[in-house]
């Protein structure tokens, strides 16, 4: 139906930058919230950012003025610069788009990503 795949983890140095990227697929007509959602272990899944389609944005606290969300409309991307990063940002990273109407389908729906690992080493 659709399907959302990140990219760009990996392990960086404390200090160091990284960007990820998302794509969905699928039969999308909108998707009216992209976000980023991290785990690290434990239950909780944190709210890192998101964006509305016309461009509004969230941060958590713990990322603001480090991070950045954006996206292209046009792809059904959105991507997450990430820099200065802190050994503390190490978690899964999950892209979800929210409030997503689907050819076909008359309620909004939610899409989840499978995850990438970020590591920062201190």
């Known amino acids: 139906q659709v399907q959302l795949v990140e990219s760009g983890g990996g392990l960086v140095q404390a200090g160091g930058s990284l960007r990820l990227s998302c794509t969905a697929s699928?039969?999308?007509?909108?998707?009216?919230?992209m976000a980023w959602y991290r785990q690290a272990p434990g239950p909780q899944r944190e709210l890192v950012a998101n964006?509305?389609?016309?461009?509004?944005?969230y941060y958590a606290d713990s990322v603001k003025g480090r991070f950045t969300i954006s996206r292209d409309n046009t792809k059904n991307t959105v991507y997450l610069q990430m820099n200065s990063l802190m050994p503390e940002d190490t978690a899964v990273y999950y892209c979800?788009?929210?409030?997503?109407?689907?050819?076909?389908?008359?309620?909004?729906?939610?899409?989840w990503g499978k995850g990438t690992l970020v590591t920062v080493s201190s």
């Open positions: 699928g039969r999308i007509l909108t998707i009216n919230r």
């Open positions: 964006i509305r389609s016309g461009g509004i944005t």
């Open positions: 979800a788009a929210e409030n997503t109407v689907v050819v076909g389908i008359a309620s909004l729906r939610d899409f």
